[in-house]
């Protein structure tokens, strides 16, 4: 297996463009999650699918912030407008149950302008 | 807020040393993970520890779990360079998932 996917590895763009980071899970995998991490906040839980249905999005910071996971093997985490504070490493994660191991993508470095 | 607590932050020891990191927790748990980031890279699943288990190896790697006291810590022997990376722990409780704590850094110089 492949793993988790996702793309861009690296996104550089100026304030007020929108963002779209993709992610593609461990096929079999029933739960999904994006997370963000910054020095200062370490890493934080933004949203979290199970069986492609959001279950917890009380991470998302507002309402710029969206995900979408349209079948169990894509999701995407998009960004409109983004702010020079959104620069951080986006992390997607899967796992067979959502309370048990979860595997890693390898991230998506956002730098915003 | 974060869950679990890693102590120290920060960790420096010479290689074949063992380097022992602790996690503290507040509530109850039905888990306790620790995952291992090096720099640039994803998190990667260590251990996971269950609430009615105390100890647990794999290969250099032991942990345990004391839940009177709501700590874990990871001990990995006889470390290498390679072991240099970011360790964090990471608990469930209820029906949540993981929260991690903010790790600890640990440097294994040669």
């Known amino acids: 297996d492949a793993g988790v996917i996702q793309s861009p590895r690296h996104e550089v763009t100026e304030m007020g463009q929108e963002v779209t980071l993709r992610c593609k899970p461990i096929?079999?995998?029933?739960?999904l999650f994006w997370y963000r991490q910054t020095m200062m906040r370490g890493l934080e839980l933004l949203i979290y699918?199970?069986?492609?249905?959001?279950?917890?999005d009380s991470g998302m910071p507002e309402d710029r912030f969206s995900a979408k996971m349209p079948n169990a093997s894509f999701s995407t985490l998009k960004i409109q407008p983004s702010e020079p504070r959104d620069s951080a490493v986006y992390f997607c994660?899967?796992?067979?149950?959502?309370?048990?191991?979860?595997?890693f993508g390898p991230g998506t470095r956002l730098l915003v302008l | 807020s974060q869950q679990g607590e890693e102590d120290p932050q920060a960790l420096s020891i010479q290689e074949g040393e063992n380097a022992t990191m602790n996690c503290s927790y507040k509530?109850?748990?039905?888990?306790l993970q620790w995952y291992r980031q090096n720099s640039g890279r994803g998190l990667v699943h260590l251990i996971l520890?269950?609430?009615?288990?105390r100890e647990k190896h794999s290969g250099r790697l032991r942990v345990t779990l004391d839940t009177s006291k709501k700590s874990s810590s990871l001990l990995i022997t006889a470390s290498r360079a390679a072991d240099t990376a970011s360790y964090f722990c990471?608990?469930?409780?209820?029906?949540?998932?993981?929260?991690f704590g903010k790790g600890t850094m640990l440097l294994v110089s040669p």
């Open positions: 699918f199970n069986n492609n249905v959001p279950i917890d």
């Open positions: 096929s079999g995998h029933n739960s």
């Open positions: 520890i269950r609430s009615n288990e």
């Open positions: 990471a608990t469930t409780s209820g029906y949540s998932t993981l929260t």
């Open positions: 509530t109850s748990i039905n888990n």
């Open positions: 994660a899967s796992s067979p149950r959502d309370w048990e191991t979860q595997y």
